[in-house]
Protein backbone atom coordinates (compact mmCIF):
# COMPACT_ATOMS: atom_id res chain seq x y z
CA UNK A 1 0.00 0.00 0.00
CA UNK A 2 1.04 3.41 -1.37
CA UNK A 3 2.35 5.99 1.75
CA UNK A 4 -0.05 8.91 1.70
CA UNK A 5 1.29 12.15 0.96
CA UNK A 6 1.80 15.13 2.63
CA UNK A 7 -0.18 18.43 1.21
CA UNK A 8 3.77 19.44 0.37
CA UNK A 9 4.42 16.50 -1.59
CA UNK A 10 1.04 16.14 -3.18
CA UNK A 11 1.36 20.33 -4.72
CA UNK A 12 5.08 18.70 -5.58
CA UNK A 13 3.15 16.30 -7.35
CA UNK A 14 0.93 18.26 -9.32
CA UNK A 15 3.42 20.75 -10.45
CA UNK A 16 6.01 17.91 -11.83
CA UNK A 17 2.67 16.33 -14.25
CA UNK A 18 2.04 19.98 -15.50
CA UNK A 19 5.90 19.92 -16.65
CA UNK A 20 7.38 22.18 -14.17
CA UNK A 21 11.13 21.59 -13.78
CA UNK A 22 11.59 20.48 -10.20
CA UNK A 23 12.90 23.91 -8.92
CA UNK A 24 9.95 25.04 -9.82
CA UNK A 25 7.76 22.67 -8.55
CA UNK A 26 9.52 23.00 -5.10
CA UNK A 27 8.81 26.36 -4.56
CA UNK A 28 5.40 26.22 -6.11
CA UNK A 29 4.36 23.49 -3.23
CA UNK A 30 6.27 25.47 -0.33
CA UNK A 31 9.83 24.05 -0.22
CA UNK A 32 12.66 26.32 1.03
CA UNK A 33 15.94 25.61 -0.91
CA UNK A 34 19.15 27.43 -0.65
CA UNK A 35 21.18 26.63 -3.41
CA UNK A 36 21.81 23.54 -5.07
CA UNK A 37 19.58 22.21 -2.47
CA UNK A 38 16.75 22.49 -4.87
CA UNK A 39 18.27 20.34 -7.19
CA UNK A 40 19.31 17.73 -4.22
CA UNK A 41 15.44 17.07 -2.71
CA UNK A 42 13.95 16.90 -6.43
CA UNK A 43 16.21 14.72 -7.32
CA UNK A 44 15.44 12.56 -4.02
CA UNK A 45 11.44 13.06 -4.58
CA UNK A 46 11.99 12.22 -8.35
CA UNK A 47 13.18 8.70 -6.96
CA UNK A 48 10.54 7.98 -4.19
CA UNK A 49 8.12 5.37 -5.58
CA UNK A 50 4.92 7.04 -4.05
CA UNK A 51 5.89 10.54 -5.72
CA UNK A 52 6.35 8.61 -9.03
CA UNK A 53 3.41 7.14 -8.79
CA UNK A 54 1.15 10.27 -7.55
CA UNK A 55 3.18 12.15 -10.61
CA UNK A 56 1.67 9.78 -12.86
CA UNK A 57 -1.89 9.69 -11.33
CA UNK A 58 -1.90 13.44 -11.55
CA UNK A 59 -0.97 13.43 -15.43
CA UNK A 60 -3.51 10.41 -15.62
CA UNK A 61 -5.65 12.80 -14.04
CA UNK A 62 -4.60 16.49 -16.28
CA UNK A 63 -5.64 14.45 -19.36
CA UNK A 64 -8.92 12.90 -18.34
CA UNK A 65 -9.95 16.59 -16.99
CA UNK A 66 -8.98 18.30 -20.51
CA UNK A 67 -9.84 15.15 -22.54
CA UNK A 68 -6.56 14.78 -23.93
CA UNK A 69 -6.34 11.23 -25.63
CA UNK A 70 -4.73 10.00 -28.66
CA UNK A 71 -7.58 10.75 -31.16
CA UNK A 72 -7.24 14.33 -29.37
CA UNK A 73 -3.71 14.53 -30.65
CA UNK A 74 -4.19 13.38 -33.88
CA UNK A 75 -7.05 16.00 -34.69
CA UNK A 76 -5.05 18.67 -33.29
CA UNK A 77 -1.98 17.72 -35.37
CA UNK A 78 -4.28 17.51 -38.43
CA UNK A 79 -5.62 21.00 -37.45
CA UNK A 80 -1.89 22.32 -37.31
CA UNK A 81 -0.78 20.23 -40.54
CA UNK A 82 -3.53 22.08 -41.83
CA UNK A 83 -3.78 25.66 -40.53
CA UNK A 84 -0.87 26.15 -38.91
CA UNK A 85 1.00 29.65 -39.26
CA UNK A 86 4.42 28.30 -39.40
CA UNK A 87 5.70 25.86 -41.87
CA UNK A 88 7.80 24.67 -40.18
CA UNK A 89 5.26 23.85 -37.46
CA UNK A 90 3.10 22.27 -40.53
CA UNK A 91 6.17 20.21 -41.19
CA UNK A 92 6.14 18.74 -37.77
CA UNK A 93 2.77 18.26 -37.44
CA UNK A 94 2.67 15.91 -40.42
CA UNK A 95 6.33 14.21 -39.59
CA UNK A 96 4.29 13.37 -35.81
CA UNK A 97 1.35 11.88 -38.05
CA UNK A 98 3.52 10.26 -40.11
CA UNK A 99 5.50 8.56 -37.34
CA UNK A 100 2.44 7.88 -35.43
CA UNK A 101 0.66 5.92 -38.40
CA UNK A 102 4.15 4.38 -38.96
CA UNK A 103 4.06 5.99 -42.85
CA UNK A 104 8.14 5.87 -43.03
CA UNK A 105 9.20 2.46 -42.82
CA UNK A 106 9.25 -0.19 -44.75
CA UNK A 107 9.70 -3.94 -44.39
CA UNK A 108 13.48 -3.79 -45.84
CA UNK A 109 14.48 -1.57 -43.53
CA UNK A 110 13.32 -2.95 -40.34
CA UNK A 111 13.95 -6.74 -41.60
CA UNK A 112 16.92 -8.27 -39.87
CA UNK A 113 18.50 -10.60 -42.38
CA UNK A 114 21.99 -10.74 -40.68
CA UNK A 115 21.20 -14.19 -38.92
CA UNK A 116 19.82 -15.72 -41.38
CA UNK A 117 21.91 -14.68 -44.07
CA UNK A 118 25.48 -15.69 -44.97
CA UNK A 119 28.63 -13.56 -45.35
CA UNK A 120 28.63 -14.53 -49.34
CA UNK A 121 25.29 -13.60 -48.72
CA UNK A 122 25.69 -9.85 -47.55
CA UNK A 123 28.83 -9.74 -49.66
CA UNK A 124 26.24 -9.91 -52.99
CA UNK A 125 23.59 -7.64 -51.59
CA UNK A 126 26.00 -5.43 -50.67
CA UNK A 127 27.67 -5.10 -54.26
CA UNK A 128 24.09 -5.15 -55.78
CA UNK A 129 23.38 -2.29 -54.14
CA UNK A 130 26.59 -0.32 -54.56
CA UNK A 131 26.25 -1.37 -58.77
CA UNK A 132 22.68 0.16 -58.36
CA UNK A 133 23.74 3.96 -56.38
CA UNK A 134 27.17 3.66 -59.09
CA UNK A 135 24.83 3.29 -62.12
CA UNK A 136 22.20 5.92 -60.68
CA UNK A 137 24.98 8.40 -60.61
CA UNK A 138 26.16 8.22 -64.16
CA UNK A 139 22.81 8.76 -65.55
Known amino acids: MAKKLNPRQSAYCRARA ?7 SLKLSGYTCVGGSARA ?4 MDKSVNICEQIQQEKVNLFNVHSVNPEWV ?3 LCEIARNGELEGNRVRSLELIGKTFAMFITKEQTEDITDKATT ?11 DYMEKGQEN
Request: net charge positive; aromatic share 0%; hydrophobic share 30%.
Open 18 to 24: KGLTQEE
Open 41 to 44: LGSK
Open 74 to 76: IKS
Open 120 to 130: GDLRRSIGSAM
